[in-house]
């Protein structure tokens, strides 16, 4: 072999031990889906924690049109990333993420933050109406009629901050409330197909004061999809990732780090 054929030869293992060194060193890349009455800044400060330390991060727009057709699009998001994925759902998020990640290999570990993780059939009404707790019913506001018939729901304003995010600060509460994306009635109503976590690995947090979901039901569906690690926050609403992004973004790194494993 000659002299540049021995460089050459040095040249590429070299190259290809650095990629494989920087394959291994990859990080997941986490999808945070947002659920109802909700949009993607709700992540915020779970962004902010997770890139600190050096995790990629995408913040879905869920339409919050329909369970079907919102993991449909959450899934052709998935489609688009290279490497190992955590998926993370927010409320009605988990919906959408239980069906998002079926056929994505790449999906390592799903995370539920005060989210439904439903069964075959099971809707967000079915699961929210389960146990005693949700005070959510009474505080929403006229729905809006759509073109197609359906119904838009919205939480009243002046009712949010104490039925949605009663840890936060009541002046970004009010932003919240004021920004909230609406959720097609339908939505709500509509049964699950085939949950992902089944097959994939799930991690849950929520507060135990939340108003939406009742804690029991949190802690059945954890219980039921056998959880590895199930976070209880004292005095948690029902937005712990705004009033706590560093005890989901903890949460998220846990689960990404088993799912590197």
């Known amino acids: 072999m000659s002299l540049y054929a021995h460089i050459f030869a040095a040249l590429t293992a070299g190259a290809m031990a650095f990629a494989g060194q920087a394959m291994a060193d ?3 890349t986490v999808v945070l889906v947002h659920g109802a009455f909700a949009e993607s800044n709700s992540w915020n400060g779970v962004i902010k924690d997770l890139e600190a330390d050096g995790y990629p991060v995408v ?5 919050l049109r329909s369970v079907k057709g919102d993991a449909a699009y959450v899934s052709s998001i998935l489609s688009g990333i290279k490497g190992p994925v955590v998926l993370v759902g927010h409320s009605y998020g988990g919906h959408v993420i239980s069906g998002a990640a079926n056929g994505h290999e790449n999906v390592k570990a799903l995370v ?3 989210a439904f993780a439903p069964e075959v059939g099971e809707s967000a009404i079915d699961l929210s109406g389960k146990f005693p707790g949700s005070t959510l019913g009474p505080t929403l506001a006229a729905p809006v009629t759509l ?3 359906g119904h838009d729901l919205y939480i009243d304003q002046a009712k949010f901050p104490a039925q949605f995010a009663a840890d936060v600060p009541l002046k970004d509460a009010k932003l919240m409330a004021a920004g909230q994306r609406p ?3 339908a939505a709500l109503k509509e049964p699950a197909g085939e949950p992902a976590w089944k097959s994939v690995p799930s991690w849950f947090v929520y507060g135990d004061a939340d108003k939406n979901i009742p804690p029991a039901a949190l802690s059945w569906m954890a219980e039921r999809a056998k959880s590895k690690d199930t976070v209880v926050v004292k005095g948690g609403s029902h937005v712990v990732m705004v009033s706590h992004p560093d005890v989901v973004a903890h949460l998220i790194e846990k689960a990404a780090e088993a799912a590197s494993k």
């Open 26 to 28: 990859q990080k997941p």
């Open 112 to 114: 539920y933050v005060s």
């Open 59 to 63: 913040g879905a727009a869920n339409p």
């Open 147 to 149: 073109p197609d018939g």
């Open 183 to 185: 959720v097609a009635e």
